[in-house]
């Protein structure tokens, strides 16, 4: 983690060097303009992987997310089950003692 860490940090002042030679300078055109598959081409990252990451982030989410649902509404489900079964053995108990009197 530290490792990559100072990789980010030493593309980051690689890639803000030049422009910042501009700023100093008086410079008015940059030539270019450094955006994002710069740095991850200074860090070594592939397309890819970025394509990678960005696709199984949201389909982790989305896992975790029905995982969720489905526990509550079992949950809800157990519950309701229960609270109907408490409720109906003292009724059934309550019809009986009418039925034998």
Not at 55 to 69: R, W
């Amino acid at each position: 983690m530290k490792n990559k860490l100072k990789q980010f940090v030493v593309a980051g002042m690689a890639l803000a060097a030049p422009l910042s030679l501009n700023a100093q300078t008086g410079a008015a055109d940059v030539p270019h303009v450094y955006g994002d598959a710069d740095l991850n081409a200074a860090l070594g990252i592939s397309d890819a992987m970025i394509w990678l990451q960005n696709t199984i982030v949201p389909m982790a989410m989305l896992v975790v997310f029905l995982g969720v649902v489905i526990i509550m509404v079992e949950l809800q489900y157990r519950q309701h089950k229960i609270l109907n079964e408490r409720l109906r053995s003292p009724a059934e108990m309550s019809h009986q003692n009418l039925e034998s009197n």
